[in-house]
């Protein structure tokens, strides 16, 4: 599933909700998750996620936010929620 957002994140906003996709029982089997957005400071946060590693650092800007995440049963309105999308 892939979305957009202008919402403007924190690191730690974003490294917590990455923590808890690793409960599939309430958001499907997340196999991948990664994406680029915009940082409440106005810096651009990417990240990427597996079970059990996650990545994040500052980069180069978007255009708008972007967010993916893979996996098998994804329960789409519990991610989007998670994300405040």
Known sequence: M???T?????EEAIREALGKL???T??????RAKGIVEGED???????????????RNGSAGTTGMLCVIGAGLEEDAVRELFAL
């Open 2 to 4: 892939g979305f957009e």
């Open 6 to 10: 202008s919402h403007k994140f924190t």
């Open 22 to 24: 690793s409960d599939f």
């Open 26 to 31: 309430q958001y499907g089997q997340v196999l």
């Open 42 to 56: 106005g810096k651009w946060i990417h990240f990427d996620y597996v079970p059990g590693e996650i990545d994040i």
